[in-house]
């Protein structure tokens, strides 16, 4: 109904608006061409600068423009743009550079050499918009249970909620001069590098976010007024601050000094909204789990992603979904990701390995993906098959939504993706074991089985010699079922307690599991494992030598080995 408020105009009227509109673009166009000095923020006059207004808006953007195209204006830049900053842009004694803010779900991407300070201006007007449609979501929101709202769907709804308000309420905050929550976050997209001697064991130091919403500190920074102003300092890449207000906003970015370890300068976005956070973390749950690896392959999940019974509708709309999230991957000794575990760009620009949404089938990712239902309580899960991965290594994974998992970057809400805390896993060393899953009969079985690289070198058939195995041993069982009565009248039924599915289930997952045995590397010595099939002879008409097979095999807890007999 509110909808119904909203002032209609006339044909005639919306032409008038809509060619005045155009006046006065072309005046500003105008108007900004005729004021070239604006190029160099060293000539820009502080206190008109900061006066604002909207000739005032227009002077920060073409600064903003030109600063993108010396830096090269995106993530990709590199040292040697950087260097170039060093010397050409950084403005002397007061080492500022003064950018606006482009609008709300904006990433502004910019360089920062060790000392400067970069400042950045929120113009009020960017309050006063409509907010930006924030998409429908997940099928569900991640922290919920099977019915709980957790915060981000919460926010959703008032998102939502608001929108409908339309332009009546917009004109109305405006008016009332309503003070609006503002969602500040910083990503470090690249950071120096270390050029010390010797192992590298920390990264270099990070970047300071200072936020101030007072007039009459237009230049948040160090050694800024304290009371007038916020420090965040990055954590990992990543801050955010949140602050309502009805005023222009200041923000600085501030590079600290550096040791001599380290070369080069830092590049960051900076993101300002009213509808939510543009870059995410979290870094309290790595949502990842590992299912197995084998000596260049791993095998990912995350975890349940709805709790909701198979065969009803949320079950369903995840399990049909195409894959929503990426991941990272990177060998524990890459120092690059040091202090950069908590930025999306930072991830994007110096992961080894990059899950990439286009390439389900890992051509050049090198990560497959894919929903699945296999797992305890067969709950909907994305599932990610690492491979190029080197033998008896330590990786550590980052979850990760590129932005809001169907779109990303400028204009998106959350357009900055969000990361969740790193977990790690370490490579099989022997060779002997090869990762199996996705198994057309033993669909439940994902994990390393003994395999010989030489004898079956292509994956597929290794699977289906496992699964084929298994399925023709089950048909002889299925007609033996077939000759029980467990699928009848509950006068004549074997069993009231279970039917034939029950029945041709358990076996299913019996046969599976006693065929298709589980493989750990031969030199490990966890205290759970048996050596098994030892006596084999090698394809070269080698064995084992013969102390070791008539080694004792190790007793298991509550395993029907006996006690005292050999391996062999
Ligand atoms: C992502 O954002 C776009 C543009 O706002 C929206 O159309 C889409 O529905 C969003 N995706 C999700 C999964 O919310
Ligand atoms: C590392 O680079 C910085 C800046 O270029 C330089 O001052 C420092 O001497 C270099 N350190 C080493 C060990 O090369
Ligand atoms: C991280 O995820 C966990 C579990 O999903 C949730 O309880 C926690 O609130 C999240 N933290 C942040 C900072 O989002
Ligand atoms: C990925 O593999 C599946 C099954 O092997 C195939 O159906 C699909 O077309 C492939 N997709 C691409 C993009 O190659
Ligand atoms: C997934 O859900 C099932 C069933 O509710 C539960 O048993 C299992 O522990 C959950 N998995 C994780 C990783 O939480
Ligand atoms: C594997 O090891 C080689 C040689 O040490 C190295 O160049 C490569 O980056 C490593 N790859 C991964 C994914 O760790
Ligand atoms: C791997 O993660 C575990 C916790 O899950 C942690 O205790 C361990 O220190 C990590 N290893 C490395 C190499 O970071
Ligand atoms: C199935 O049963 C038939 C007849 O008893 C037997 O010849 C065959 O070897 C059995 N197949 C398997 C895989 O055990
Ligand atoms: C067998 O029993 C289970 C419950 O134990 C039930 O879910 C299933 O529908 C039954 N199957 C048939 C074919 O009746
Ligand atoms: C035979 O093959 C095994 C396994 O590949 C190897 O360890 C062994 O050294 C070989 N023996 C000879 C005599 O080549």
Known sequence: ???????????????????????????????????????????????EGWAGGEGGDHNWHRIEQDIAEDSGGNEDSDWEELKVLDTEVVIGARQEQLSAIAGNDQANNLNVVAGQTTVW????????????????????????????????????????????????????RRQANTQIPVFISVNTCLQPTYNGTGMQTAGPPQLTLYVSSD??????????????????????????YTLSTSDDLYMAVHAPDLTSDFAGGWNYDI?????????????????????????????????????????SALYDKWTSLSPPFVMFASSSQN?????????FCGMQNNAQIQAQQSDPNATTS???????????????????????????????????????????GSGIVGGGGKVWQPMNWTTKADGNCRLVFNLDFCDKVAYAVPANYETYPDWPNLRALYDSQASNLYNNFSYSLQQTACDTTSDAQYSLARNCSDCEAAYKEWLCAISIPRCDDWSSQKSYLQKRNMAQPFTNGTSLPSSLLNSNYTPMLGAPTLQGSTAF
Not at 335 to 343: C, D, Y
Not at 390 to 399: A, E, I, R
Request: aromatic share 8%.
């Open 335 to 343: 120092t690059k990701l040091m202090g950069l575990s908590k930025s």
């Open 271 to 311: 993101a300002v909204s009213i509808d939510d956070y543009y870059h995410q973390a979290n870094d309290t749950d790595p949502y990842l789990y590992l299912v197995d690896t084998d000596t260049n392959a791993a095998l990912l999940v995350t975890d349940n992603l709805t709790q909701a019974d198979t065969g």
């Open 121 to 172: 201006r929120y113009p009020k007007d960017l309050l006063q918009v409509q907010h930006a449609d924030v998409g429908v979501g997940l099928p569900s929101a991640l922290e919920e249970g099977n019915d709980g709202l957790g915060p981000m769907e919460a926010r959703r709804r008032e998102l939502r909620r608001r929108d409908l308000d339309g332009e009546a309420a917009i004109l109305d």
């Open 215 to 240: 007039n009459e500190n237009g230049t948040p920074g160090p050694g800024g007024d304290g009371s007038k102003q916020f420090a965040v300092p990055l954590d990992e890449g990543y801050a955010i």
């Open 1 to 47: 109904m509110l909808l119904c408020k909203c002032p209609q105009l006339t044909p005639l009227q919306a032409r008038f608006v809509a060619s005045f509109t155009a006046l006065c673009l072309l005046g500003l166009v105008f108007w900004s061409l005729s004021n070239p000095h604006f190029a160099y923020a060293a000539e820009i006059d502080l206190g």
């Open 366 to 408: 090198h990560v497959e993906m894919g929903m699945i239902t296999r797992g305890l309580g067969d709950k909907p899960k994305q599932q990610f098959y690492v491979t190029s991965l080197n033998g008896s290594s330590t990786y550590y994974g980052t979850l990760a939504i590129k932005g809001n998992s169907t779109a990303s």
